[in-house]
């Protein structure tokens, strides 16, 4: 087992007029679970080609169990890949595909058997050795697959999108599998994926990349409850924050945030966790709120009117165990760019929100509804840099 580190990594592609990959500085701890996310073309996979020794590094070193590998060939770092594609050899049975690796590394017979057959038990698939990759399911071949990675014994384990070829109900079963398997063995491993409820619920810790720049690094709790920017704001989370422009206003002696038509009162342990926002008062700044922090208001009769807005039901999506009201405000769009787009009506900004509601909502497409907002969870963050306006004082 081994720690893992990128130190000012970067790789920059030719003819590309940015980096890949920029400077990238990541630490991962011995035994740890750690998921990079973000969307395609963030740099997530190159930096796992970069650590497998498949892609070449530009600049800066990387570290496995302490040693400098950067320049190391592929095949003699200490790590074994999971990729999307099973890549299993058709004409080979199961245990034959599992114990490939060891065969060619020189591995006794004996000694080869005994690993594949621990690692079977494992995955429960000690039944199914005899057969060949066109007799298994999806999720059994990705077994497979697993198998072949967890025979060598590896420092670390690296995951590119390993499910992103099964269906829904079979990938949540394999992401607790592979959850649970990577405690049992106690091995570093490192899993790519665009799937934020995979990071969410598999990662000891979740890096967010964009642009081939690294976000944050936390655990997934700490990534939403505290998102650092706004990109993560808003990519963090299904469906994403409502980010909208504003401003912080004082009133009657207490800060409220104003936007469009709206007004809510900021609450006051918000205020005290953030000084911040004092230094951003009357100017304009991205307030932030998570569809689960806002209700119907029929369902909180105690909420007052500095909690409230009121506006119209334009979708709704009942999901059984909760509804989704889509409606729209009268201000611009606070979301990162490319993130979501303003749209223009009659001369006016709006932006397009989501709320998470209770079932019991009764409210129709296209009625007016009013709704409760928990304000002691709203996030601001700096209109030119994006950072959040937290207690560090950004």
Same mark, same amino acid.
């Given at each position: 087992?081994?720690?893992?580190?990128?130190?000012?990594?970067?790789?920059?592609?030719?003819?590309?007029?940015?980096?890949?990959?920029?400077?990238?500085?990541?630490?991962?701890?011995?035994?740890?679970?750690?998921?990079?996310?973000?969307?395609?073309?963030?740099?997530?996979?190159?930096?796992?080609?970069?650590? @497998?020794?498949?892609?070449?590094?530009?600049?800066?070193?990387?570290?496995?169990?302490?040693?400098?590998?950067?320049?190391?060939?592929?095949?003699?770092?200490?790590?074994?890949?999971?990729?999307?594609?099973?890549?299993?050899?058709?004409?080979?049975?199961?245990?034959?595909?599992?114990?490939?690796?060891?065969?060619?590394?020189?591995?006794?017979?004996?000694?080869?058997?005994?690993?594949?057959?621990? @690692? &079977?038990?494992?995955?429960?698939?000690?039944?199914?050795?005899?057969?060949?990759?066109?007799?298994?399911?999806?999720?059994?071949?990705?077994?497979?697959?697993?198998?072949? &990675?967890?025979?060598?014994?590896?420092?670390?384990?690296?995951?590119?999108?390993?499910?992103?070829?099964?269906?829904?109900?079979?990938?949540?079963?394999?992401?607790?599998?592979?959850?649970?398997?990577?405690?049992?063995?106690?091995?570093?491993?490192?899993?790519?994926?665009?799937?934020?409820?995979?990071?969410?619920?598999?990662?000891?810790?979740?890096?967010?990349?964009?642009?081939?720049?690294?976000?944050?690094?936390?655990?997934?709790?700490?990534?939403?409850?505290?998102?650092?920017?706004?990109?993560? @704001?808003?990519?963090?989370?299904?469906?994403?924050?409502?980010?909208?422009?504003?401003?912080?206003?004082?009133?009657?002696?207490?800060?409220?945030?104003?936007?469009?038509?709206?007004?809510?009162?900021?609450?006051?342990?918000?205020?005290?966790?953030?000084?911040?926002?004092?230094?951003?008062?009357?100017?304009?700044?991205?307030?932030?709120?998570?569809?689960?922090?806002?209700?119907?208001?029929?369902? &909180?009769?105690?909420?007052?009117?500095?909690?409230?807005?009121?506006?119209?039901?334009?979708?709704?999506?009942?999901?059984?165990?909760?509804?989704?009201?889509?409606?729209?405000?009268? &201000?611009?769009?606070? @979301?990162?760019?490319?993130?979501?787009?303003?749209?223009?009506?009659?001369?006016?900004?709006?932006?397009?929100?989501?709320?998470?509601?209770?079932?019991?909502?009764?409210?129709?497409?296209?009625?007016?509804?009013?709704?409760?907002?928990?304000?002691?969870?709203?996030?601001?963050?700096?209109?030119?840099?994006?950072?959040?306006?937290?207690?560090?004082?950004?």
């Amino acid at each position: 087992m081994a720690e893992i580190r990128f130190d000012k990594t970067t790789r920059q592609f030719p003819r590309s007029d940015r980096a890949a990959v920029n400077a990238l500085e990541l630490e991962v701890a011995d035994r740890e679970f750690l998921v990079l996310v973000g969307p395609s073309g963030c740099g997530k996979t190159t930096s796992l080609r970069m650590l @497998a020794g498949l892609e070449h590094v530009d600049a800066g070193t990387i570290y496995l169990g302490g040693e400098d590998v950067t320049d190391l060939p592929s095949r003699d770092r200490d790590i074994a890949m999971v990729f999307q594609s099973y890549a299993l050899y058709p004409h080979m049975t199961v245990a034959d595909n599992m114990g490939f690796a060891l065969k060619i590394a020189g591995v006794k017979k004996p000694d080869r058997d005994r690993r594949v057959a621990a @690692a &079977a038990a494992l995955l429960d698939l000690s039944d199914l050795l005899g057969r060949r990759p066109s007799a298994l399911s999806g999720g059994q071949r990705q077994r497979v697959a697993m198998g072949r &990675a967890i025979v060598r014994e590896p420092q670390a384990f690296l995951m590119d999108e390993p499910l992103s070829n099964l269906d829904a109900q079979l990938r949540v079963q394999t992401r607790a599998e592979i959850h649970k398997l990577q405690r049992e063995l106690g091995v570093t491993t490192i899993y790519v994926t665009h799937d934020q409820i995979e990071a969410m619920t598999m990662g000891d810790r979740v890096a967010v990349m964009r642009d081939g720049d690294l976000q944050q690094v936390d655990t997934p709790e700490n990534v939403y409850t505290y998102p650092a920017n706004r990109f993560v @704001a808003g990519f963090i989370g299904s469906p994403s924050m409502n980010l909208v422009q504003g401003k912080i206003v004082r009133s009657d002696g207490s800060l409220i945030a104003e936007f469009g038509q709206h007004s809510l009162a900021i609450d006051e342990s918000v205020v005290r966790s953030r000084p911040a926002l004092l230094s951003h008062k009357d100017r304009t700044v991205v307030i932030g709120v998570r569809p689960e922090d806002i209700e119907d208001a029929r369902f &909180a009769p105690d909420a007052p009117a500095t909690r409230r807005i009121h506006t119209k039901c334009e979708i709704k999506e009942a999901l059984g165990s909760d509804v989704l009201i889509h409606f729209t405000v009268d &201000a611009r769009s606070g @979301a990162a760019p490319s993130d979501r787009e303003d749209h223009p009506i009659g001369g006016t900004t709006t932006t397009a929100c989501v709320a998470r509601l209770n079932p019991r909502t009764s409210v129709a497409e296209g009625e007016p509804i009013e709704l409760a907002v928990d304000t002691s969870r709203l996030h601001f963050f700096d209109i030119e840099t994006g950072l959040a306006l937290d207690g560090k004082g950004r």
